[in-house]
């Protein structure tokens, strides 16, 4: 009797051993099962960059840098260096602000001047696959009226009061 459970907990564990690994899904339980591999979101290191940083005549600088639906923010008043840190952007508000990014069609604009009178705001954009050499920026004045670029900024200030209750001033 003993001799027949030991050998029928045997099966049964070989049976387990073998049935669980086959039923679940690779990568493990994190993986979603429902997601292809279109929706997912690289953007943590290898995707799309952009930069925007204003530079003012008041020594008053902000540095905005989105990768993906990620958002850092930073500024510097006089001497201090503060860091906002990052922001985890929600999936309307990442599209929202690459359509506006784009907008801006940086790869085409001309390169623009760096405006010491009134301060400038130098726009990078990287695109995946870029080496580094192909990194495209530019330097528009604070004094623009280009209204792609300010409904960005604005935006741009509205996510930061948002998230990290300071808005910043372009």
């Not at 925007?52 to 902000?62: K, L, M």
């Not at 990768?67 to 990442?94: H, N, Q």
Request: hydrophobic share 35%.
């Amino acid at each position: 009797m003993l001799g027949a459970v030991r050998s029928l907990l045997c099966v049964f564990t070989c049976v387990v051993a073998i049935a669980v690994p086959a039923c679940a899904r690779p990568g493990g339980s994190y993986v979603q099962g429902d997601r292809r591999g279109r929706d997912v979101d690289r953007g943590e290191t290898n995707g799309r960059r952009f930069d925007f940083i204003s530079n003012t005549t008041q020594a008053d600088d902000w540095q905005v840098r989105v990768t993906g639906s990620s958002m850092w923010v930073g500024f510097a008043r006089d001497e201090a260096i503060e860091k906002l840190g990052s922001i985890s952007l929600t999936d309307p508000e990442t599209r929202q602000l690459w359509k506006l990014i784009d907008a801006l069609d940086i790869p085409n604009r001309k390169n623009g001047t760096q405006d010491e009178d009134v301060g400038y705001v130098s726009l990078q954009l990287k695109e995946p696959g870029d080496d580094g050499a192909d990194l495209h920026q530019v330097y528009v004045s604070r004094g623009t009226t280009d209204e792609n670029l300010l409904a960005l900024a604005r935006y741009l200030q509205d996510l930061v009061q948002k998230y990290k209750k300071e808005r910043p001033e372009f």
